[in-house]
């Protein structure tokens, strides 16, 4: 099996190619790869935050917003609560390290995230208790037609469960937009907070 190469690696090998990296382009290659590595340790959970911190105060300070920003990219909607808590102290850790911190803006962000996410998922779980109430109460909302193969239609009764998880799959797109949106949004606005 042959060796994984670094993204440093890589460069270089186009770089013979096309002509020579420049001294700065080389610094970034690598300075990039350093931060990719240390994130890489932290999205394993290798480190947490305060590993993150104890190995980026060795960085040099104007990669931490880089770091940062790599962070975000992988929040959404979708991320745990976890996963979003465990970041915001990793985004937040590496803010501290900066000459001029501004880590109440940015905690203000990551809380509005956070407090997003629970209104989301307490949206999503009125929306599947107010459905299976609805259908248990009105079991013909159980009968889904289906055609066979040769054609004919016929009435399968779904399971409760089933039945829901069908509905939801209606009802949940309207309502998520507003979520996105405004998720996305504060998503963007931490991004630019970030320097």
């Known amino acids: 099996m042959g060796k994984v190469k670094s993204a440093l690696e890589i ?9 020579s990296l420049s001294s700065e382009e080389k610094k970034k290659i690598q300075d990039e790869e350093k931060i990719s590595n ?36 992988t929040i959404s909607i979708n991320s745990l609560p976890e996963e979003i808590r465990s970041k915001k102290q990793a985004i937040l850790a590496i803010e501290t390290l900066k000459k ?6 940015i905690e203000s962000s990551l809380q509005a ?7 989301y998922e307490e949206m999503k779980e009125k929306i599947e208790d107010d459905l299976k109430r609805h259908i248990e ?14 054609g004919r239609i016929i009435q399968i009764a779904l399971s409760v469960e089933d039945a829901v998880k069908a509905k939801l799959e209606e009802f949940l797109p309207q309502h998520e937009e507003q979520y996105l949106n405004e998720f996305t949004n504060i998503l963007e606005e931490l991004k630019m907070q970030i320097r």
Request: proline share 4%; charged share 30%; glycine share 4%.
């Open 11 to 19: 460069a270089l090998e186009r770089a013979n190619k096309i002509g």
């Open 38 to 73: 240390i994130l890489s340790d932290y999205f394993k959970g290798k480190i947490d935050a305060n590993g993150l911190w104890q190995n980026f105060k060795e960085i040099e300070s104007s990669l931490l917003p880089i770091a940062q920003q790599k962070l975000i990219e």
């Open 100 to 105: 001029e911190p501004d880590t109440v803006v």
């Open 113 to 119: 995230l956070e407090m997003l996410k629970e209104e």
């Open 137 to 150: 109460a009105n079991p013909h909302l159980r009968i889904k037609q289906m055609r066979t193969s040769d």
